[in-house]
């Protein structure tokens, strides 16, 4: 990782606008992809966007963009890959890589090289070494040069550094054992879970980057890693909290994020079984970002996946401190708390909480918020208590 950071690989992203992907959204989605390029460690130099009324079986984008790009690669001499926002089947990886002569992946593959630096424990670990194998296996048919470990780099991590993709039986032996060692993890981490008493559960889920981990440790007062990049935290932390008498646990999960893969939700099951325990969701939302409401949907829709969407949730509106709005004229509009409460934000999401996890603002309402929920979710696992 070290002689990465200081050679940096540079990147040409590619988007594509077709009838499932609006231009306005082109635009948010390879600000996206750049911050994942950037959080992996690239530079992108160059990015490229294409208007499709049918996807190109053979290249995504067709003949005419794949020489326009593959004319820039040339020109510029320094590029080391080509990353575009949509997934690729493997034949389409294939015939790119053999126009560009460089590493060409698709988002997929870059949040998977992501998972793969930041997991930090065993289990994260085979979790994300299982979502490779089962991204790779399909494309292992003319991937043994770019699978080489000297060529190295984002996409490059975990499997691609092994012996193991010389032969898809070994390979598929190596899913089986990781999938049965992950049974086994299940088995102990549902144990686990199992030997916590009866407290209430509190689960934090959210867009990736919204702060949750920073949320979680002004809450529980521990110290889990968190910076300003995406996937910041792979592992589930669980800690116990009391506030005012009232004692729960409170977990910390990874985040979600656009298209993300069912294979690699299923990957993470032990994870993400956090969330689908829970008996509360604090959905921690990053209001100051302009595609906040369809990061909301977007949680919403993975949380359908996992049959959590109808648990007790709260919105907790975090980096309040970094919203702005403007007039006519362009000139910024003061939003104070109040704002918030009377804005059609409030109105449209109750019950919701506005903070600034970053500025330590507003928590005592936030842990009133949640002392009133966990309290009214005890009532109805006891009612025959006083709680």
């Known amino acids: 990782m070290i002689d990465r950071i200081r050679n940096k690989e540079k990147a040409i992203l590619v988007g594509v606008c077709h009838r499932e992907q609006k ?30 009324n049918h996807i190109d079986a053979a290249t995504l984008i067709g003949s005419g963009k794949v020489q326009e790009i593959k004319a820039f690669i040339e020109a510029a001499k320094d590029i080391n890959m080509v990353i575009f926002d949509d997934e690729l089947s493997p034949s389409q990886q294939r015939n790119l890589e053999k126009e560009f002569k460089c590493k060409v992946m698709d988002r997929t593959g870059l949040i998977l090289d992501i998972f793969a630096d930041r997991a930090q424990t065993a289990y994260a670990k085979t979790q ?3 979502a ?21 780099g984002i996409g490059m991590r975990g499997p691609g550094e092994s012996e193991i993709e010389t032969d898809r039986r070994r390979i598929r032996k190596r899913i089986a054992l990781l999938s049965d060692r992950l049974v086994d993890i299940d088995r102990q981490m549902t144990t686990q879970r199992k030997s916590r008493g009866r407290l209430i559960r509190v689960a934090l889920v959210g867009y990736t980057n919204t702060g949750k981990s920073t949320l979680m440790n002004l809450l529980s007062h521990s110290t889990v890693f968190a910076e300003n990049a995406l996937f910041a935290t792979l592992d589930t932390t669980v800690r116990k909290v009391t506030f005012e008498n009232t004692t729960f646990l409170l977990s910390d999960t990874v985040g979600f994020i656009r298209k993300l893969p069912t294979f690699l939700i299923e990957s993470f099951k ?8 829970a008996d509360i969701l604090l959905h921690v939302v990053d209001v100051s970002h302009p595609a906040f409401e369809d990061h909301i949907k977007v949680v919403n829709q993975t949380l359908t996946e996992l049959k ?4 007790p949730a709260i919105l907790v509106f975090n980096k309040m401190d970094l919203y702005r709005q403007y ?15 009377n804005s059609y934000i409030a109105k449209s999401h109750a019950p919701c909480v ?5 500025l330590k603002q ?6 009133e918020v949640m002392i009133a929920a966990i309290k009214q979710e005890n009532k109805k696992r006891y009612p025959y208590l006083t709680v």
Request: hydrophobic share 35%; proline share 3%; net charge negative.
């Open 327 to 341: 007039d006519q004229d362009g000139k910024e509009i003061p939003f104070t708390l109040e704002d918030f409460k």
């Open 132 to 152: 490779q194998y089962e991204y790779l296996l399909p494309r292992l048919t003319g991937m043994w040069t770019h699978l080489e470990k000297q060529r190295g």
């Open 362 to 367: 507003n928590l005592e309402e936030l842990r």
């Open 128 to 130: 994300v070494e299982l």
């Open 270 to 277: 032990s994870t993400l079984d956090e969330v689908r325990e």
């Open 308 to 311: 959590a969407i109808d648990k």
């Open 23 to 52: 231009k306005e959204q082109l635009t948010e989605y390879i600000n996206e992809l750049a911050f994942l390029c950037s959080t992996a460690g690239a530079i992108p130099v160059k990015i490229f966007t294409q208007n499709l």
């Open 354 to 358: 506005f903070i600034s996890a970053g």
